[in-house]
DNA sequence: TCTTGATTAGTCAATCTTGACTAGTCAGGA
DNA sequence: TCCTGACTAGTCAAGATTGACTAATCAAGA
């Protein structure tokens, strides 16, 4: 929904074809959002339907013709909605992304530790390249340093679950038999059988 | 995808039909990973279709049928395959909620304060929610634990925000003629007009 | 001149996701 | 007994999203 927020903002400052749309949130807002083209011009044809946005068709020498997007009345007032709902509200986004630490016990933790340092490299590597990326202007640069302050946060996070599984493995260990590690991380409580609903 | 892994590691625990995986997850795992009923099945289904988990049509009473998954060996395999792969791998969610940052010269800066301090309000509203949640048990928490420590993070960055847009408007309003704050915070030069691919 | 590759501008079929709906069961009160 | 509302279990059509494809223009080198 803020992606349709995003095309009504960028048409608020000058009509732009759908390709022109797509190449600026590609170029200077990857870091915080995606946008495929398909998308573009899916929600492009939806808010034209809706009367936000009109089109005409513009040609030029004996190229296919352009579509040429721009905002009508309608379309900046359905804007001002969207900024006032978007700006008071917060959706947290989903921290999915590592559903896998919950079956971490499949897994030796010896290489659970591995692939979490591996993982720590990847989100280094993303906080480097937005952290060294060209400033941009104005409210844009805000919400590139948003995403770095996320990229530091899940950097942090990712430290701390290390800590925790190193700490672990070494009390396993200690306290295990030689050459088998207890692997069972969530106890039997968590998961249970579903209540047998067996009747007559 | 990594909604398949969670599938995949429920059903490695033992059987369960589609309910009662959408029920766990909703229940338990609300707070960080989100999965409606009928992406539950739509997932099951087409897992099915790849061999990775088998059904069973199990009658109970006069009750229509249901239907019972359970993890087949190529499960099992792909299980441990998307485990290494999530747990070593990071997608960064894209912090894309706030665009309505970049259009902030569209409102007077004293409503953007307000809209903002609304949102802060939102996110200490979830995050106490989480904060106070009963604990979980063993790798589930870590989870839930996550999302306390992005929703902090968030937290952290709307003060900033506000901070900022407090100090702007400071600045603002000293130097405005009286009565007309200047709203341009985006200065021209980030949009520029599309070069204009006149020909012939 | 011809070919190759990049850029512009979009379309489309396949896949994914969801809100809304159906339908049986069960417990408790009128 | 009948009705109501909650729970169980799932289906379905509509909408959103994407990867892969088409097709024209243009620049530059062989």
Redesign the pocket.
């Known amino acids: ?1 803020e ?1 349709e927020l995003l095309l009504l903002g960028l048409l608020r400052q000058h009509e732009m ?4 749309l ?2 600026f949130i590609e170029r200077v807002m990857s870091t915080c959002v ?10 492009l ?2 808010m034209t339907r809706a009367g936000w946005v009109s089109v005409s ?2 040609r ?9 997007y721009q905002l009508t009345a309608a379309g900046a007032a359905e804007f001002h909605r969207q900024l006032r709902d978007n700006l008071g509200s917060f959706n947290a986004a989903k921290t999915g992304d590592d559903v896998g630490l919950a079956f971490m016990d499949a897994l030796e933790p010896a290489e659970v530790l591995a692939l979490l340092t591996q993982r720590r490299a990847r989100v280094s590597e993303q906080l480097a390249e937005y952290q060294h990326a060209p400033k941009h202007a104005g409210s844009l640069q805000l919400l590139i340093d948003h995403q770095v302050h996320y990229l530091k946060s899940e950097l942090e996070w990712v430290n701390t679950v290390i800590h925790t599984v190193t700490h672990a493995v070494a009390h396993t260990v200690s306290n295990a038999r030689p050459s088998t590690s207890s692997k069972k991380t969530i106890p039997k409580t968590t998961l249970r059988k ?1 209540k047998s ?1 067996q ?1 007559k």
């Open positions: 929904m992606r074809h759908g390709y022109e797509h190449g995606d946008l495929k083209k398909a998308t573009a011009y899916f929600l044809d939806k068709e513009t030029e020498g004996k190229r296919p013709a352009r579509k040429t579903p609903t009747r």
